[in-house]
């Protein structure tokens, strides 16, 4: 009889230590996971997943609808060869592995309908029938925040298991689109399309020796490159060649400085110099900058590259030395016909001249760092019809997906795609490693509020002036930062 009692006692204690089943509760933790064969050392990823507790989601669904286009870094249907794709599916089939969820993903095209897209239509139409068969939405800010306004996404501060004092969610981004301390839209290494619309500076090497122009590498270690260095070497840039007194657009003789491939690239440009249009005071509120001193000096100075006499569109009028293009101009740098193109990272350089990578010019000596933008960043949202299990379990799913994806995905895009197959040399290579550590966010220009980017791209074209129309926008963007902190506070759906 002793020895069934002890038998039945050591079954009992067993049974106590089980995780409990799955009946509607959260997944019990257990121990953090450990290496199966202690003889072989956890590979980075696994080291990252040993950090968090061990649970088993009995297969539930982890699925991740987002927008076409810009973003690709949720999901990998199969392995094709292609580095990236394969390491995404890794990447995912490792958190299945670990966690027995199943990971899918969905992506919407991006045809428009009275300024919306096919995500938002699809998010507005679940979240009024209050069911969605998707845990987590990625998207561009400037549709999230029309989604948050309505109150279709949870509030990032309040989801379980997302701490965002961890390195791999960006503060900068948590800061900038936050209202009313809320967050419904934010960054993490989980997003990769912030770094594809990094924007930098392209120049064809065979123009700058046929031009004299000094190694542009070394100014830019030494601080030096600055605007006014920029707009020296465009102008130089700008010829003649076939002595018809003016530079043509539709020849393939004459030669130009700069091409910006859009007008909506131009506000970027301005980040570089050192231009803000908004930042946070100490007690949290936006502060609109568009009419401070310094910003209308840096717009002033600007101007050095787009001569007020030129006018889009109006490509073979004589302009002054330097003139700068836009919107269909990109193929000139193609056909070794432009110095600079100022563009995206990810743009296919493939049948490009010999090109070098620069950062964007400083405004001056005196300017700290050599900072970037993007036009269209990536983001994540988490819908707030989910149940309370879902938001469990989904927020630590994305945590662990952040994390993870700090060491798998982010790293292979950025040394693998972005600086080995973008850079044709070290030099251009430093400059984007430089340049992904110096990404700026400004929730006017992302969200485009009052279309203030617009204003300022017809503010270069047209010569007008610059304190006129940041006067005129002025009291419309301070009406939208209005408008968001209302409507973040006080959601539709709650």
């Not at 987002?66 to 794709?85: Q, R, V």
């Not at 310094?294 to 001569?307: F, M, S, T, V």
């Not at 432009?338 to 090109?355: G, H, I, K, Q, S």
């Not at 929730?443 to 010569?463: D, M």
Request: with cysteine.
């Amino acid at each position: 009889m002793n020895i069934i009692k002890k038998a039945l006692l050591l079954l009992l204690a067993a049974l106590m230590v089980l995780p409990l089943a799955a009946c509607g509760e959260k997944p019990a933790e257990t121990a953090p996971v450990t290496e199966k064969d202690p003889d072989r050392p956890l590979s980075p990823a696994e080291q990252v997943l040993a950090r968090f507790p061990k649970k088993d989601f009995d297969g539930a669904s982890y699925h991740v609808l987002w927008s076409a286009g810009n973003m690709f870094e949720f999901y990998a249907e199969e392995t094709t060869g292609e580095i990236l794709n394969d390491e995404i599916f890794e990447r995912n089939a490792m958190i299945e592995e670990y966690y027995d969820v199943l990971v899918t993903g969905e992506a919407l095209g991006e045809t428009y309908a009275g300024g919306n897209t096919h995500l938002t239509r699809r998010v507005r139409s679940d979240s009024l029938a209050w069911e969605c068969a998707y845990q987590v939405i990625g998207d561009h800010p400037i549709f999230a925040d029309g989604m948050a306004r309505d109150g279709l996404f949870y509030n990032l501060y309040d989801m379980p298991w997302i701490d965002f004092n961890q390195p791999y969610w960006d503060p900068y981004a948590a800061e900038t689109y936050s209202f009313a301390n809320r967050l419904y839209f934010t960054v993490s290494s989980y997003v990769l399309s912030n770094y594809a619309d990094v924007h930098c500076l392209y120049f064809n090497k065979k123009m700058a020796d046929d031009l004299a122009i000094p190694d542009m590498y070394e100014m830019v270690w030494a601080g030096e490159w600055t605007l006014d260095r920029m707009v020296e070497y465009s102008t130089r840039g700008y010829r003649d060649m076939d002595g018809n007194g003016r530079v043509d657009f539709y020849n393939t003789t004459d030669t130009w400085g700069t091409v910006f491939w859009h007008p909506q690239r131009y506000p970027i440009f301005l980040t570089g110099l050192g231009y803000t249009y908004s930042h946070k005071d100490e007690d949290g509120n936006f502060v609109l900058d568009i009419e401070n001193e310094e910003n209308l000096r840096i717009a002033e100075e600007a101007r050095k590259l787009y001569p007020s006499s030129v006018q889009s569109g109006n490509w073979e009028s004589v302009g002054e030395p330097g003139r700068l293009l836009s919107e269909i101009g990109d193929f000139l740098f193609y056909d070794n016909n432009a110095l600079f193109l100022f563009e995206m990272v990810r743009r296919d350089m493939t049948d490009a001249p010999e090109y070098g990578i620069l950062p964007l010019p400083k405004l001056n000596e005196e300017q700290e760092n050599y900072i970037t933008s993007t036009f269209l960043p990536g983001c994540i949202m988490v819908p707030v019809v989910l149940s309370e299990e879902e938001i469990d379990r989904t927020g630590f799913l994305l945590e662990a997906f952040s994390a993870l994806s700090e060491v798998t995905t982010l790293p292979t895009y950025i040394e693998k795609i972005l600086e080995y197959k973008k850079s044709p040399d070290p030099d251009s290579t430093r400059v984007l490693q430089m340049l992904f550590k110096n990404v700026h966010y400004d929730i006017v220009y992302h969200l485009n509020l009052g279309n203030y980017f617009i204003k300022l791209f017809f503010f270069f074209q047209t010569g007008e002036s610059y304190a006129r129309d940041a006067a005129r926008a002025k009291p419309v963007i301070l009406w939208e930062f209005q408008r968001i902190e209302e409507l973040y506070s006080d959601h539709a759906l709650n």
